[in-house]
């Protein structure tokens, strides 16, 4: 402890009218609590300000899908095996890929993987989508909400402009822009 008296310097106050000059601090008991809590809820006020101001400015205010909010287009990857996928255990429903909680089923018929891909909606044309299928694996048949056994033909139509693009690299993308 010697040892380190020897190398400190003692502290002498500045020299002029300033001196020691004293820090601004809350005297009440009342204010030492009150005004950091207000300070918090203030900084996260502009906080969430600032970051709704960033999700409107995104979102463009115009009502349209955009592709930062939502992509337009899904890409599956290659037809060589997603229609094996569909031989063996028959069409794919992908969940979410429509607005307002809709699947879609995925199918794929004939020889060629690059030809004969179809979309439907993953619920009977005759309901809405509020009676969504499954399908039984390995077959082509599907399961309503009421327990009724269904084709591939008797599922709902996609809307206008939704459906499967075979790219020239073989890739399968799923083109989900609605008309």
């Given at each position: 402890m010697e040892v380190l008296?020897?190398?400190?310097?003692p502290f002498r106050p500045p020299v002029g009218h300033t001196g020691r000059m004293r820090r601004p601090r809350l005297e009440s008991t009342f204010a030492r609590a009150v005004v950091p809590v207000a300070a918090g809820i203030a900084?996260?006020?502009?906080l969430g300000l600032g970051l709704w101001g960033v999700a409107a400015l995104m979102s463009n205010s115009s009502g349209s899908t955009t592709e930062r909010l939502t992509p337009t287009i899904q890409e599956l990857g290659p037809v060589g095996p997603i229609s094996e996928a569909i031989a063996t255990d028959g069409p794919i429903v992908l969940n979410d890929l429509v607005g307002n909680d809709r699947h879609i089923v995925l199918d794929h018929t004939g020889e060629l993987p690059t030809r004969g891909w179809a979309v439907y909606l993953a619920h009977p044309a005759d309901r809405t989508f509020e009676c969504p299928v499954s399908v039984e694996r390995g077959t082509r048949t599907?399961?309503?909400?009421?327990?009724?056994?269904?084709a591939v033909d008797d599922l709902a139509l996609p809307p206008p402009g939704v459906s499967p693009i075979v790219n020239n690299d073989g890739t399968l993308i799923l083109d989900l822009t609605a008309d």
């Open positions: 008296s020897q190398f400190r310097t900084f996260f006020a502009v599907f399961t309503d909400c009421e327990g009724r056994t269904l």
